[in-house]
């Protein structure tokens, strides 16, 4: 079946604009999650949906970053204002949720680079 | 606060020995998975633990875990070079059958297989 989804696969940016992040998760799965990976930080939890619950927002590093989920499915997490420090590959997740054994799949990733 | 641990962090072996990664983490949890991450590519699942003792084997790769140490192992038997990756461990901070939803990751293994 088709798997976790992201686009773009690719987003250079100049400091200071704004970026919209796309994760499609697979079917079914209601628990949906962003990461961070870059070389001076390694992989980085950002923020967790589960279901209709408030989402687990404690790993954005700043107010600039914000995620919604809409209808429970498709995802997008905005940075605003980007910065250089911002440039890294952003890693959507998704799993059956946390009563399970919660094995998250991972997407492919967008490569976010600010200039 | 969870800290996960890997060691070593870099690992160069050659074709048709044995070898083993090591994966430490700081706080109770008994969920701990391994990734692989091929060069630009996203996470692979490899293995999924969820109990003390669990042993979990696919191909050349065998990882266990022992929750009362805090220590999870990714042993590699008669390498070959096609399992030159990146090994990530990541725990659940989970107790008890319930998640937190959010995984903590270690800083990654590069293997390299040499014939």
């Known amino acids: 079946g088709a798997g976790v989804s992201q686009s773009p696969s690719n987003k250079v940016t100049e400091k200071g604009k704004d970026v919209e992040l796309r994760c499609d998760p697979i079917s079914g799965h209601t628990a949906l999650y962003w990461y961070r990976q870059s070389l001076g930080q390694g992989l980085e939890f950002l923020i967790y949906f589960q279901g209709n619950s408030a989402p687990d927002k404690s790993g954005l590093p700043s107010d600039r970053f914000s995620a919604e989920r809409t209808g429970g499915s498709v995802s997008t997490l905005t940075i605003q204002r980007t910065q250089q420090e911002d440039s890294a590959v952003y890693l959507c997740?998704?799993?059956?949720?946390?009563?399970?054994?919660?094995?998250?799949?991972f997407g492919p990733g967008t490569r976010l680079t600010v200039l | 606060e969870l800290k996960v641990e890997q060691n070593p962090l870099f690992l160069s072996m050659q074709e048709g020995k044995n070898y083993t990664i090591y994966c430490n983490y700081s706080t109770t949890s008994d969920r701990l998975y391994w990734y692989r991450q091929d060069p630009g590519k996203s996470l692979e699942s490899l293995f999924v633990?969820?109990?003390?003792?669990a042993v979990k084997q696919e191909g050349r790769l065998m990882a266990s875990l022992d929750t009362k140490a805090r220590l999870s192992t990714l042993h590699i038997t008669a390498a070959v070079h096609d399992l030159s990756a990146t090994y990530f461990c990541?725990?659940?901070?989970?107790?008890?059958?319930?998640?937190?939803?959010?995984?903590?990751f270690g800083q990654g293994t590069i293997l390299t297989v040499h014939p």
């Open positions: 990541a725990v659940d901070q989970a107790s008890g059958g319930t998640s937190y939803g959010k995984l903590t």
């Open positions: 633990l969820l109990s003390n003792g």
């Open positions: 997740a998704s799993s059956l949720g946390p009563s399970s054994y919660n094995e998250q799949f």
